[in-house]
Nanobody
Framework: QVQLVESGGGLVQAGGSLRLSCAAS????????MGWYRQAPGEQRELVAA???????NYADSVKGRFTISRDNAKNMVYLQMNSLKPEDTAVYYC????????????????????WGQGTQVTVSS
């Protein structure tokens, strides 16, 4: 099972930027689907962005145009570049990894079978 460690969270003013990083263990990282979820106080976890092994991406409508997910398979790393941050982006952000059961189910597999990191706090002040 892959182990995940997030970093890069912190406190930033609205309109600012942060870059989250996720370091993954394991030699078969390149075939994993990866994603970033977030959970705000009192809210359910929600998918922010996800990326397939081949680089296909999916974004929540609330972050499209502001956030970019990317991966470096040679370094076993996934990144989330967050620009134009808003107070409503405040949450704990989690890195998630999953081996897709099928190419068509990769998003569902992240949600249902993914391995999770410990999370990193992002706080955006107004």
């Amino acid at each position: 099972q892959v182990q995940l460690v997030e970093s890069g969270g912190g406190l930033v003013q609205a309109g600012g930027s942060l870059r989250l990083s996720c370091a993954a263990s394991g030699s078969i990282f390149s075939i994993y689907a990866m994603g970033w979820y977030r959970q705000a106080p009192g809210e359910q976890r929600e998918l922010v962005a996800a990326i397939t092994s081949s680089g296909g991406t999916n974004y929540a409508d609330s972050v499209k145009g502001r956030f970019t997910i990317s991966r470096d398979n040679a370094k076993n790393m996934v990144y989330l570049q967050m620009n134009s941050l808003k107070p409503e982006d405040t949450a704990v952000y989690y890195c998630v990894a999953a081996l897709p059961l099928d190419a068509s189910t990769w998003l569902a597999d992240l949600h249902n079978y993914g391995s999770w990191g410990q999370g990193t706090q992002v706080t955006v002040s107004s």
